[in-house]
């Protein structure tokens, strides 16, 4: 299973944006690109993926690098909801099914 | 559109013990996860059912651990002579039939073991 590697954690400042790293040397071609975000004492949620172009949603914003070894998602404007741990998740093609957790960024933002 | 539900959201047993967890999927999943989370570490995944089906269990524990999805009802996660190693986050995740496959994560349920 390919690996993702992320930062232990994180801080931004309310109201700035916020850029998380996510490295997936070993991605392969049909790997899906998934962010969750887990706050505490909940289940994780679902945030955004993609496979090679970048993408938007009400959420966040998903950049991914031209040779798709690292992705970074974007919160363009971070409340103190957001504060939460962030994974990465390399998913295979379509009908794999297994997510591979690693141990995420823990995102704390200051008022 | 409820999301995926999981009860109880707490649950005590003595060692010994067993524990049934349940799952109820999103209306519409036909496919249920069940994943294990231990204190201060990311989720590990335990096992994928379809309806009647279990497609792979290859997380699981090789003993005291099962899973089933009926035709009718929740998804049941049972652990038997529960231990005190045992005690953690368990959640259920569903997703729709085909390919589109993300997945939708429930509550969790946290099994304490005296």
């Known amino acids: 299973d390919a690996k993702t590697t992320q930062p232990n954690s994180m801080e931004s400042n309310e109201e700035e944006p916020v850029h998380l790293p996510c490295n997936h040397s070993?991605?392969?071609?049909?790997?899906?690109i998934h962010w969750y975000r887990q706050l505490p004492s909940q289940g994780p949620e679902y945030v955004i993926h993609?496979?090679?172009s970048n993408v938007n949603n009400r959420m966040a914003s998903l950049a991914i690098a031209e040779d798709r070894k690292s992705s970074t998602l974007i919160l363009h404007r971070a409340t103190l909801r957001d504060a939460a741990v962030y994974y990465c998740i390399l998913r295979g093609a379509p009908g794999t099914y297994k997510y591979i957790f690693g141990t995420g960024t823990r995102l704390k933002v200051l008022a | 559109n409820a999301g995926v539900m999981q009860n109880p959201r707490h649950l005590v047993r003595r060692r010994g013990q067993e524990a049934r967890l349940r799952c109820s999927p999103m209306k519409g999943h036909s496919h249920v996860y069940w994943y294990r989370q231990l204190p201060e570490e990311g989720l590990k995944f335990m096992v994928y059912?379809?309806?009647?089906?279990?497609?792979?269990e290859s997380g699981m524990p090789k003993e005291r651990f099962s899973a089933e999805f009926p035709k009718e009802g929740p998804s049941i996660l049972r652990i038997q002579q529960v231990v005190r190693g045992d005690s953690a986050a368990y959640f259920c995740?569903?997703?729709?039939?085909?390919?589109?496959?993300?997945?939708?994560f429930g509550p969790g349920t946290r099994l304490t073991v005296l």
């Open positions: 993609g496979l090679t």
């Open positions: 070993t991605i392969s071609g049909t790997d899906y």
């Open positions: 995740a569903s997703s729709p039939p085909g390919t589109e496959d993300t997945q939708y």
């Open positions: 059912l379809q309806k009647e089906n279990i497609i792979d």
